[in-house]
């Protein structure tokens, strides 16, 4: 069982930068493939971005391709995703996940747990 709370989302403006972190509790977080999601407003819930357990491998989505990074401290249970130049399309509720693999979580998006999200909303 793996337990993930996120935190670092908040109300910005166009162009600054945010990051938000997603620690982990549980057995074998190293194991795992982590990944961030998120869901504007009245819309599906979307992986962006997602990296391996065991090489670290990263994957981005197009739409945030260049402007965002995710990464991992294994030492701290803790997935990052840092997000710079930010639009106001980004506005959403963003959410961690974790699962057996990287087609797990961002192939077929189907990860096997989820934190509760982080609002994050961009001002124009």
């Known amino acids: 069982q793996v337990q993930l709370v996120e935190s670092g989302g908040g109300l910005v403006q166009t162009g600054d930068s945010l990051r938000l972190s997603c620690v982990a509790s549980?057995?074998?977080?190293?194991?795992?493939?982590l990944a961030w999601f998120r869901q504007a407003p009245g819309k599906g819930r979307y992986v962006i971005a997602a990296?391996?357990?065991?090489?670290?491998?990263?994957i981005h989505a197009d739409s945030v391709k260049g402007r965002f990074t995710i990464s991992r401290d294994n030492s701290k249970n803790t997935v990052y995703l840092q997000m710079n130049s930010l639009k106001p399309e980004d506005t959403a509720v963003y959410y961690c996940?974790?699962?057996?693999?990287?087609?797990?979580?961002?192939?077929?998006?189907?990860?096997?747990?989820w934190g509760q999200g982080t609002q994050v909303t961009v001002s124009s």
């Open positions: 549980g057995r074998a977080f190293n194991n795992y493939a």
């Open positions: 996940a974790a699962g057996p693999s990287l087609r797990a979580v961002f192939v077929t998006a189907t990860p096997s747990y």
């Open positions: 990296i391996s357990g065991n090489d670290g491998s990263t």
